[in-house]
C-alpha cells in the first residue's frame, strides 16, 4: 500500500477556481486501477490543539495506491499533466510525502 500527502498553499483569491478544478479531475483518479483514496481536505480552524498554524489557503490532498506502479500510471495520465498545467498559477506551493504502511 503506498500513500501519498500533497500539501498545496493555494493563492489568495484563486481557491473556488482551484477547487472547481479539484471537482473535475478527481472522479477520472478514482476510476484509475489501484486508487483506493483520492481525497481533497481544507484545514479546520481548532484551538487548544496541537497541529501547526491555520491556514485558509492550505489544500491536503490524501491519496492511497494499491502499488506503486499504480501510483507511476497515475503520475503518466495525460489529464494530469493537463489538470497540472491549469492549476499551476492557483497555487504558491505544492510539497509530496510518499510513503508505505509502518506495520
Known sequence: MIYSIVTMIIKEGRMEDFLEECRKIRPLVLEEE???MYDYTREM????ERQEAY???RITLYERW???DALDLHSSMD?????GGRV????ASVTIRTGVEAF
Open 34 to 36: 489501484g486508487c483506493l
Open 55 to 57: 491556514d485558509e489557503n
Open 88 to 91: 499551476a498559477d492557483m497555487r
Open 79 to 83: 489529464y494530469m499533466d493537463e489538470f
Open 66 to 68: 494499491a502499488s506503486q
Open 45 to 48: 480552524n481548532v484551538e487548544g
